[in-house]
């Protein structure tokens, strides 16, 4: 599916916005970005910013997926399918529109199935502590209903995306966007069956992915635990040393908290 100028133009200008709103724009890729369909499965730390950045940090111009309240309108619809964006239904927006979900999902592994790429924030809100939350399941879902759709032959990636502020509503902050190692879905599927790296007995397919993308997606941000929060944050904050690297910057501080 050919991506419309319109988008072009407005990824340009977001770009050119994001280094004015940074001091600094880092962004790094552990392994190479898969061709083809792939889902990025990100954490989510600012509502408005996470999305901009990620897709202003490749080449890929993926679809972004929304709350389903925000499409009521014709005009906003219009708008919002224009920008790449498409709608997800969640339990509070009523017991009867989750049931549009498996018809969401089927246009999603469409998407994929031709070859397009997918942005999910898998914590399902965003939060602004530095920490990842619980992975919901709709990214595996989405997942297994493409390769399903193609026999498992899509040769579908899910990348963690891990995007990293030193502070998430400040002018003139830094911010790190990692791209992960690829997690292909047909060969996790295939050590699921056999087993062979010795991962643990996963109960399905769908636990699987959750726990690799989790396990992938750890190491590229600052993760803090809840209940020892406070105190943690509070000691990096007066012990931090600024390094220049934001790669850099990241792994002494994962090494101070878990000190």
Not at 15 to 37: C, E, H, M, S
Request: glycine letters at 4%; hydrophobic letters at 40%; a positive charge.
């Amino acid at each position: 599916m050919k991506t419309s100028l319109f988008f072009r133009s407005l990824k340009k200008y977001c770009q050119a916005a994001l280094w004015f709103y940074f001091r600094t724009w880092q962004v790094r890729f552990i392994n190479d970005l898969p061709k083809g369909p792939l889902i990025l499965v990100a954490n989510h730390q600012n509502a408005f910013l996470d999305a901009i950045l990620i897709i202003c940090s490749s080449e890929r111009n993926p679809w972004s997926i929304a709350r389903a309240n925000i499409f009521q309108s014709p005009l906003a619809k219009k708008l919002l399918n224009a920008i790449k964006i498409l709608p997800v239904y969640r339990f509070r927006d009523g017991f009867s529109t989750l049931r549009k979900n498996d018809e969401v999902i089927d246009s999603y592994a469409r998407l994929l199935m031709e070859g397009e790429a997918i942005l999910i924030f898998a914590e399902g809100n965003h939060d602004d502590h530095w920490r990842l939350r619980t992975l919901q399941k709709g990214f595996a879902r989405i997942a297994i209903a493409a390769e399903e759709k193609s026999g498992y032959t899509l040769g579908l990636n899910i990348v963690p995306v891990g995007v990293q502020y030193e502070s998430p509503s400040e002018y003139r902050s830094r911010v790190l966007v990692s791209f992960g190692a690829p997690i292909s879905v047909h060969k996790c599927k295939t050590d699921l069956e056999s087993n062979k790296e010795g991962d643990p007995v996963f109960k399905d397919l769908t636990e699987a992915l959750i726990t690799k993308t989790s396990a992938g997606l750890r190491p590229l941000i600052l993760h803090v635990e809840h209940h020892e929060y406070e105190n943690k944050v509070k000691h990096l904050l007066h012990h931090r040393a600024e390094k220049k690297d934001l790669v850099e910057q990241l792994k002494t501080d994962q090494e101070l908290i878990d000190r």
